[in-house]
């Protein structure tokens, strides 16, 4: 079974800080996925990776910043943390060319910014 | 750009009753159809999926069919649990170029009372 790792469950920053979000798969997977999930809102993609050092932004990138220096790892950086940014954050990762090849994602991180 | 919409919730059914969750997508060309699951304090699981249309997903008694005329990949299942209890997100994904993101739903809300 594919196994996407968050760092963290929970996590409590304050506002200005620079927080690091964490994630890592053990599949060998290219692509990899940052999401935020809100209520009412559903999910939204921030970023994504579709191989070691390369990235592309979605729909929200504003604010975020990301890292893949090494295929497993996939780092979702807020450069400078504002109360807006408290969310529950997804990670997922794709395997596969196939059509069918679902996402497998993370258990999340519920982040809070005071 | 591509869509999907489904019902609003929150739903709130008896155990043993009927579930349908209507979901409605905009893409062009022929996407895959996901429904995926997310019990409380957990990340989000694949449920059942499809590739093209006519096919029918199928997995844990929930069922959904790839309805290209209509544009549409509704979930059903017969008899609901009270372990059903979960948001369910509907998602597409645009196939061919390395394009491997998927387009969510706003997700909705199931209760099962005993």
């Known amino acids: 079974d594919v196994k996407v790792t968050q760092s963290s469950r929970y996590l409590v920053k304050r506002t200005g800080e620079k927080v690091f979000l964490e994630c890592v798969q053990d599949?060998?997977?290219?692509?990899m996925f940052w999401y935020r999930q809100d209520p009412g809102l559903g999910l939204r993609l921030i970023y994504f990776?579709?191989?070691?050092?390369?990235?592309e932004k979605g729909d929200i990138p504003e604010g975020y910043s990301v890292s893949r220096e090494k295929k497993e790892r996939f780092s979702l950086i807020l450069e400078s943390a504002s109360t807006n940014q408290t969310s529950m954050y997804l990670c997922?990762?794709?395997?596969?060319?196939?059509?069918?090849?679902?996402?497998?994602f993370g258990d999340g991180t519920r982040l809070s910014i005071l | 750009g591509d869509s999907v919409t489904q019902m609003e919730g929150p739903v709130t059914l008896s155990e043993e009753a009927f579930l349908t969750i209507n979901c409605t997508y905009t893409?062009?060309?022929?996407?895959?159809l996901f429904w995926y699951v997310q019990y409380p304090g957990e990340g989000l699981q694949l449920l059942l999926k499809?590739?093209?249309?006519?096919d029918k997903g199928s997995n844990k008694g929930f069922e959904a069919t790839y309805r290209k005329e209509t544009t549409s990949f509704h979930l059903e299942k017969g008899s609901v649990q009270v372990s059903d209890s979960a948001v369910y997100f509907c998602?597409?994904?645009?196939?061919?170029?390395?394009?491997?993101?998927?387009?969510f739903g706003k997700g909705t809300l199931l209760t099962v009372n005993p």
């Open positions: 997922a990762s794709i395997g596969g060319r196939g059509p069918d090849q679902p996402q497998h």
């Open positions: 599949m060998d997977h290219e692509n």
């Open positions: 990776s579709y191989d070691v050092k390369m990235k």
């Open positions: 893409a062009t060309g022929y996407p895959s």
């Open positions: 499809a590739t093209k249309a006519d």
């Open positions: 998602a597409l994904r645009r196939i061919g170029g390395s394009n491997y993101k998927l387009t």
